[in-house]
Antibody, heavy 122, light 108 residues
């Protein structure tokens, strides 16, 4: 059974870079049928897709965050990571890592980490 | 970018009620539409994919419909464990996905 686990600081100062890692077990991030993504939920708001990365290293980012987001893979550790630069209070959110199974029959997010709360505050 | 709009943003219903949530896409997405249930303190759970296919283990009181730009999620008889927030998500432009704003189903 695939399991994902987020890790990283729970508190980040404004203007600094948020860094999170997702450790994957029970499956390989080198699978050609999967994308690996980050999704967040600010307090009291809905889900927002941040970005996704393919096993080849190709990345896809939400246009609204693209200038601040970097995602990477570490296949030797079966992990993928998120960096979000120049954070503000608006980046305070629960951050989830997830698997986007591209199918067939269709793409769906069928596995999620438990989420990690990141607060941006001085 | 494909924008997803859900309605209503919240609703109050009683156990046993039939509940329908609507999701509209800003362009045609065929049936590339998924539904998730999200409860506080837990990650979202996939309920339906490809607009109408029930994920394994999901009760049959949940059903999905629609194609093109307009979609629905129906709970035929609301149960206590169904009180949650529901999100639609388009996978037409996968992996560049987008979610609807969510519909919170509350107890009346």
């Amino acid at each position: 059974q695939l399991q994902l686990q987020e890790s990283g600081p729970g508190l980040v100062k404004p203007s600094e870079t948020l860094s999170l890692t997702c450790s994957v077990s029970g499956g390989s991030i080198s699978s050609s049928s999967d994308y690996w993504g980050w999704i967040r939920q600010p307090p009291g708001k809905g889900l927002e897709w941040i970005g996704s990365i393919y096993y080849s290293g190709s990345t896809y980012y939400n246009p609204s965050l693209k200038s601040r987001v970097t995602m990477s893979l570490d296949t030797s550790k079966n992990q993928f990571s998120l960096k979000l630069s120049s954070v503000t209070a608006a980046d305070t959110a629960m951050y989830y890592c997830a698997r986007d199974d591209s199918g067939p029959p269709q793409a769906m997010i069928d596995s999620w980490g438990q989420g990690t709360l990141v607060t941006v505050s001085s | 970018d494909i924008q997803m709009t859900q309605s209503p943003s919240s609703l109050s219903a009683s156990v046993g009620d039939r509940v329908t949530i609507t999701c509209r896409a800003s362009q045609s997405i065929s049936r590339y539409l998924n539904w998730y249930q999200h409860k506080p303190g837990k990650p979202p759970k996939l309920l339906i994919y490809a607009a109408f296919i029930l994920q394994s283990g999901v009760p049959s009181r949940f059903s999905g419909g629609g194609s093109g730009t307009d979609f629905t999620l129906t709970i035929s008889s609301l149960q206590p464990e169904d009180f949650a927030t529901y999100y639609c998500q388009q996978s037409y432009s996968n992996p560049q996905i987008s979610f609807g704003g969510g519909t919170k189903v509350e107890i009346k």
